[in-house]
């Protein structure tokens, strides 16, 4: 298998970042009055949303709505689009009342969680809203430091956070937790499994997170043990997705299977099966489903299903 997946969903933010402005406070501060800049709103982890004929929409803000919300609020900058010429900021409103805020541009906005959202949602927007995301979650988390324990600050644009104790300084930088996510395969046959914590019927690939210490392909091959009993030879990389929900790097892989006897953890699984191509092209017929279109588990399924 040699797919190589590279507009996956929340993968297609193409914002140049523009890390030279995170150490310039005062040129980050005049690009935001700029008309051409524009700010992602979220409130506890939930983006504004407008219902459009195409499904939900990220709605964006001008300076001056922004504004109101800014002394109390974090604003992050992340880049600019080149093909629209703007420059994006994200902006953390909440410390501020839920309604307030949403109502400043449009009686119908909505706050959402981008993981219910953005598969509804215009791709582009959503890669920025995941981006977003995924830097306000670090940030709630690392408000203090963890070598002293005193309060850190922002800093760098939204892109660090320092601690505030002098004797101490040190410096904190945002955390992507990498995931492995495989379809095992013999050729024929696919290895999928229904989670415990997954609706009734769905069937999904193995994934697990990474442990230090450990190549990528080491944790394909050790998570797909530790689920299903089964040992994996070749591993070939397939391509990443980010997933901020809350803080993960998906790495999609395809695994040749070495072995057939299945053999699942019962604290995660509560079945994993070989399945055929025949098998998956009828699983509506037999009650069960796939995972979500936005999700890197249905293209590696999808991408298996179409090579012979
Ligand atoms: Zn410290």
């Known amino acids: 298998m040699n797919a190589k997946f590279e507009n996956l969903f929340y993968a297609t933010s193409y914002l140049d970042r523009r890390s030279e402005f995170r150490l310039e406070t005062n040129k980050v501060h005049a690009l935001q009055k700029v008309e051409e800049s524009v700010f992602l709103p979220q409130h506890q982890l939930r983006s504004l949303f407008y219902q459009h004929d195409d499904g939900a929409m990220a709605r964006f803000w001008s300076y001056e709505q922004a504004a109101p919300f800014m002394e109390d609020g974090l604003v992050i900058y992340l880049g600019h689009e080149a093909s629209e010429g703007r420059h ?7 410390a501020y009342d839920e309604n307030h805020a949403g109502n400043v541009s449009g009686d119908d906005d909505f706050w959402e969680d981008l993981r219910r959202a953005g598969p509804l949602s215009q791709r582009t927007l959503a890669s920025h809203l995941a981006y977003a995301r995924g830097l306000f979650y670090w940030h709630q988390r690392h408000r203090f430091c963890g070598s002293c324990g005193s309060p850190t600050h922002v800093a760098q644009a939204g892109h660090m956070r320092q601690c505030s104790n002098g004797a101490c300084g040190e410096l904190q930088f945002p955390r992507t937790d990498p995931a492995v996510i495989m379809l095992i395969h013999d050729g024929e046959r696919c290895l999928l499994a229904h989670h415990a914590r997954l609706k009734e019927g769905m069937y999904s690939t193995l994934a697990g997170f ?34 901020p929900f809350p803080s993960s790097l998906m790495l999609g892989f395809y695994g040749r299977a070495q072995s057939e006897k299945i053999t699942i953890a019962e604290d995660e699984l509560t079945d994993a099966q070989w399945f055929s191509r025949k098998d998956l092209n009828g699983f509506k017929e037999a009650g069960r489903f796939l ?18």
């Not at 994006?88 to 909440?94: K, M, Q, R």
């Not at 442990?211 to 797909?224: C, D, I, M, W």
């Not at 995972?291 to 012979?308: F, G, M, T």
Request: net charge negative; proline share 5%; aromatic share 10%.
């Open 291 to 308: 995972p979500s279109a936005d999700s890197i588990a249905r293209n590696l399924i999808e991408y298996w299903l179409k090579a012979e």
């Open 88 to 94: 994006y900021f994200a902006l953390d409103v909440s």
């Open 210 to 243: 990474v442990e230090p210490g450990e190549t990528l392909e080491q944790a394909v091959r050790r998570e797909v043990m530790e689920e299903a009993g089964i040992e994996v030879g070749e591993v070939t990389y397939a391509g990443s997705q980010p997933w």
